[in-house]
């Protein structure tokens, strides 16, 4: 049996409805969800502002934010492994604290940092890492998991033998060792190679699939674009914006031409009116909005139509859409 999928999805072909495959929490009850949360380090560094965010059932989910913003804290909490300062957090309707048990099971967690066991061999880890949710043992599975990540060649070697890309695979394995319904992906593909990054997108596909939900961290606006239903930005522990990919990515692209104009208009002559343009600052500034994912700007033909029009203009500047910038300052305070 070939271990590699075949099921990826390339990136133009519409996802599946995720109605029909993310059922398993309740009618209406989302697969996570996140109210006021804060938490303030012992430090006093506060890392989660009054957090506020709904997931889906059946959706990819991507956290989009630079170094430091809080994604791993945010997960750690949900996943139980950090306490809250403040806030709830529920996971398919079970609150994580009082009903930890319940939470817990639903949820894998491939962490950012890899810790693995040394002398265990690849299969009993995973094997035991099911063993914890107190799960009886189911080979299958465990073997699918296995094939999934190219490891099944390797699961009677112990971990410490294995390159570090293959102990990545360990973890994921041993995530989705209890069949989780929501997984969550802590920067999935930060330092990791072509070979796997693509296994990985590939896994990511197959399991939305079969109706998980799967939350991950990105400090790569490509990689959300890539991978994601939704997109969040989270940037110093606040979450800025939530928004469907393809919305957010039509924003990212939105610019804007002004043209400081010779001689104000009172109106625009009607040559111009399919190009969708206004003025401003009281006739001296014309605006012309575009989109720079568009192949064809209309730069050149609108400058040709208002020579012919006799419109002139002095000078001229590009600006960005408001979340371009906040992109631009994301990128900015990672370096
Ligand atoms: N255990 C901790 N104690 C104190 N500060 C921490 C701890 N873990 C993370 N932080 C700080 O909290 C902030 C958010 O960190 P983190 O959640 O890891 O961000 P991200 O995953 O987005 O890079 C950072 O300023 C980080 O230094
Ligand atoms: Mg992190």
């Given at each position: 049996?070939?271990?590699?999928?075949?099921?990826?999805?390339?990136?133009?072909?519409?996802?599946?409805?995720?109605?029909?495959?993310?059922?398993?929490f309740?009618?209406?009850?989302?697969?996570?969800?996140?109210?006021?949360?804060?938490?303030?380090?012992?430090?006093?560094?506060?890392?989660?502002?009054?957090?506020?965010?709904?997931?889906?059932?059946?959706?990819?989910?991507?956290?989009?934010g630079?170094?430091?913003?809080?994604k791993?804290?945010?997960?750690?909490?949900?996943?139980?492994?950090?306490?809250?300062?403040?806030?709830?957090v529920?996971?398919?309707?079970?609150?994580?604290?009082?009903?930890?048990r319940?939470?817990?099971?639903?949820?894998?967690?491939?962490?950012?940092?890899?810790?693995?066991e040394?002398?265990?061999?690849?299969r009993?880890?995973?094997?035991?890492?099911?063993?914890?949710?107190?799960?009886?043992?189911?080979?299958?599975?465990?073997?699918?998991?296995?094939?999934?990540?190219s490891?099944?060649?390797?699961?009677?070697?112990?971990?410490?033998?294995?390159?570090g890309?293959?102990?990545r695979?360990?973890?994921?394995?041993?995530?989705?060792?209890?069949?989780?319904?929501?997984?969550?992906?802590?920067?999935?593909?930060?330092?990791?190679?072509?070979?796997?990054?693509?296994?990985?997108?590939?896994?990511?596909?197959?399991?939305?699939?079969?109706?998980v939900?799967?939350?991950?961290?990105?400090?790569?606006?490509?990689?959300?674009?890539e991978m994601?239903?939704?997109?969040?930005?989270?940037?110093?522990?606040?979450?800025?914006?939530?928004?469907?990919?393809?919305?957010?990515?039509?924003?990212?692209?939105?610019?804007?031409?002004?043209l400081?104009?010779e001689?104000p208009?009172?109106?625009?002559?009607?040559?111009l009116?399919?190009?969708?343009?206004?003025?401003?600052?009281?006739?001296?500034?014309?605006?012309?909005?575009?989109?720079?994912?568009?192949?064809?700007?209309g730069?050149?033909g609108?400058?040709?139509?208002?020579?012919?029009?006799g419109?002139?203009?002095?000078?001229?500047?590009?600006?960005?859409?408001?979340?371009e910038?906040?992109f631009?300052?994301?990128?900015?305070?990672?370096?």
């Amino acid at each position: 049996m070939p271990s590699r999928s075949t099921s990826f999805r390339p990136r133009s072909e519409p996802p599946a409805p995720v109605s029909e495959v993310g059922q398993g929490f309740g009618a209406g009850v989302p697969a996570i969800s996140v109210r006021g949360l804060s938490k303030v380090y012992e430090s006093g560094l506060k890392a989660l502002h009054e957090v506020d965010l709904e997931i889906r059932p059946g959706e990819i989910f991507a956290l989009l934010g630079p170094n430091g913003a809080g994604k791993t804290t945010l997960i750690s909490i949900i996943c139980g492994l950090v306490n809250a300062t403040s806030g709830e957090v529920r996971a398919g309707g079970h609150e994580i604290v009082s009903e930890y048990r319940a939470a817990r099971s639903l949820i894998g967690l491939v962490p950012q940092e890899l810790a693995t066991e040394a002398f265990e061999t690849v299969r009993h880890t995973v094997r035991f890492s099911r063993g914890l949710f107190g799960l009886p043992g189911n080979p299958e599975h465990i073997e699918r998991v296995l094939r999934d990540l190219s490891l099944w060649d390797k699961r009677d070697q112990q971990i410490k033998n294995l390159s570090g890309g293959m102990k990545r695979r360990v973890m994921i394995a041993k995530a989705l060792a209890h069949e989780p319904r929501i997984l969550f992906l802590d920067e999935p593909t930060a330092g990791v190679d072509v070979e796997l990054r693509r296994d990985m997108w590939a896994l990511v596909h197959r399991l939305r699939q079969q109706g998980v939900t799967i939350i991950l961290t990105t400090h790569y606006i490509e990689e959300a674009e890539e991978m994601a239903d939704r997109v969040g930005v989270i940037n110093r522990g606040e979450l800025i914006l939530v928004e469907e990919k393809h919305e957010l990515m039509q924003k990212l692209g939105a610019k804007e031409l002004a043209l400081h104009l010779e001689q104000p208009l009172q109106s625009l002559p009607d040559s111009l009116d399919e190009r969708g343009l206004s003025l401003e600052d009281g006739g001296w500034t014309l605006i012309y909005r575009y989109n720079i994912r568009e192949l064809e700007s209309g730069i050149a033909g609108l400058l040709q139509d208002l020579q012919q029009a006799g419109i002139h203009y002095k000078d001229l500047e590009t600006r960005q859409s408001s979340l371009e910038e906040i992109f631009v300052n994301l990128v900015r305070d990672d370096s």
